[in-house]
């Protein structure tokens, strides 16, 4: 399984930009989907997930800017970010996850098997 996340780029505060996650395998068959972010000096956090059977999580910080989805017919995840703040600025990662733990723990890292290589999102003020 392979994952590339790209989409980043630099926008000032206010603005919007469109997340992809292009995966290598049938985006169908992973249990859960899901999107992180690090930025400098942080640990890596947890930002949405989207489940098999549809359900889609997001961190409290993110609600009602963020939306995740996916198209199984494309194998791709994505993830729309708008009003986007200067505290977005981090590298996004993308991951999937390959047991059902992801069902009962979608913010846990640990419950993500595969990881895309990041794309940068720069946000100014």
């Known amino acids: 399984v392979h994952l590339v996340a790209s989409g980043g780029g630099s926008v000032q505060a206010g603005g919007s930009l469109r997340l992809s996650c292009a995966s290598s395998?049938?985006?169908?068959?992973?249990?859960?989907m899901g999107w992180f972010r690090e930025a400098p000096g942080n640990e890596r956090e947890w930002i949405a997930t989207i489940k098999s059977y549809g359900t889609r999580t997001y961190a409290d910080f993110v609600k009602g800017r963020f939306t995740i989805s996916q198209d199984n017919a494309e194998n791709t995840l994505s993830l729309q970010m708008n009003s986007l703040k200067p505290e977005d600025t981090a590298m996004y990662y993308c991951?999937?996850?390959?047991?059902?733990?992801?069902?009962?723990?979608?913010?846990?890292?640990?419950?993500?098997?595969?990881w895309g290589q990041g794309t940068l999102v720069t946000v100014s003020s």
């Open positions: 991951a999937a996850g390959l047991t059902r733990g992801c069902f009962d723990r979608p913010e846990s890292i640990a419950s993500f098997g595969v």
């Open positions: 395998e049938y985006t169908g068959s992973y249990y859960c």
